[in-house]
Nanobody
Framework: QVQLVESGGGLVQPGGSLRLSCAAS????????MGWYRQAPGKERELVAR???????ATAVSVKGRFTISRDNAKKTVYLQMNVLKPEDTAVYYC????????WGQGTQVTVSS
């Protein structure tokens, strides 16, 4: 059973940066496209960014130019570099395959507030 463990969240002021990490157990990591998702209070979970097995990336319009997804297959880890954070980026952030197919982890809380 693949497990996903997200980390790196926290409280940051508007305009600040955070780098999220997601470590995956199991042997299937490099065979899958991966994505970062987020869920804000009262809203549905949404895809923020995705990366193919070969490293091709795509980001949501709302975060384009500010968020960058990357992966390290040797470490079975996917990252999300978040810059110029805005209050509307406040959410619990999760990683999963793209499209999502594994069990969800606990996520990591990101709060952008002054």
């Amino acid at each position: 059973q693949v497990q996903l463990v997200e980390s790196g969240g926290g409280l940051v002021q508007p305009g600040g940066s955070l780098r999220l990490s997601c470590a995956a157990s199991g042997s299937d990591f490099s065979d899958n496209a991966m994505g970062w998702y987020r869920q804000a209070p009262g809203k549905e979970r949404e895809l923020v960014a995705r990366i193919s097995r070969g490293g091709i990336t795509a980001t949501a319009v709302s975060v384009k130019g500010r968020f960058t997804i990357s992966r390290d297959n040797a470490k079975k880890t996917v990252y999300l570099q978040m810059n110029v954070l805005k209050p509307e980026d406040t959410a619990v952030y999760y990683c999963n395959t793209y499209p999502s197919g594994w069990f969800w982890g606990q996520g990591t809380q990101v709060t952008v507030s002054s």
